[in-house]
T-cell receptor
């Protein structure tokens, strides 16, 4: 059982290019999330989807858009990449809130040059 | 303004001894606290959680303690094993929230 699958694992973009990070989970979780991890900053929430059909901003949403395509899939789009978006991106899913932990994907390492 | 702080970037412990990882928070509305472990080139893995109605939660070698008055939680690993070497993140959130705030992480090294 795969859990949370992210594609691609690595990507290099030029400034101004666009791309979509894909995420899919097979645990029938209602909630899905996109985080970014930067050195010395921990993990910061970009966007989340509490349930199919809803999306909301997290701490650092500027420069990103998301789509909850169905219950399984939650994509993150960078419309015009900037060097400040160089980061490791993690997708996660959970059954709900409270003490339910997230299941994270293995991450996408994105470099914008 | 960092609402969740892990003030020790790194910690080294001998195998078999206790590892204590600390986390402080500033928001008194936080009700749920979680710990994650992260190995290099992998996503974080959920380890253990605690709600604010408890002051202790135990799962095998891992125990989380919560001191609400001090706004402090700690993760104890006993006994520590070399496989525990990883970065540990604490995270906190309010009741019903989907927005968990993560600390910056503590890198634990367990020496054989």
């Amino acid at each position: 059982n795969a859990g949370v699958t992210q594609t691609p694992k690595f990507q290099v973009l030029k400034t101004g290019q666009s791309m979509t990070l894909q995420c899919a989970q097979d645990m029938n979780h209602n909630s899905m999330y996109w985080y970014r991890q930067d050195p010395g900053m921990g993990l910061r929430l970009i966007y989340y989807s509490a349930s199919e059909g809803t999306t909301d901003k997290g701490e650092v949403p500027n420069g990103y858009n998301v789509s909850r395509l169905n219950k399984r899939e939650f994509s993150l789009r960078l419309e015009s990449a900037a060097p400040s978006q160089t980061s490791v991106y993690f997708c996660a899913s959970s059954e709900g809130t409270g003490t339910y932990g997230y299941t994270f994907g293995s991450g996408t390492r994105l470099t914008v040059v | 303004d960092q609402q969740v702080k892990q003030n020790s970037p790194s910690l080294s412990v001998q195998e078999g001894r206790i590892s204590i990882l600390n986390c402080d928070y500033t928001n008194s509305m936080f009700d749920y606290f979680l710990w994650y472990k992260k190995y290099p080139a992998e996503g974080p893995t959920f380890l253990i959680s605690i709600s604010s109605i408890k002051d202790k939660n135990e799962d095998g070698r891992f125990t989380v303690f919560l001191n609400k008055s001090a706004k402090h939680l700690s993760l104890h690993i006993v006994p520590s094993q070399p496989g525990d070497s990883a970065v540990y993140f604490c995270a906190a959130g309010g009741s019903g929230t989907y927005k968990y705030i993560f600390g910056t992480g503590t890198r634990l090294k367990v020496l054989a």
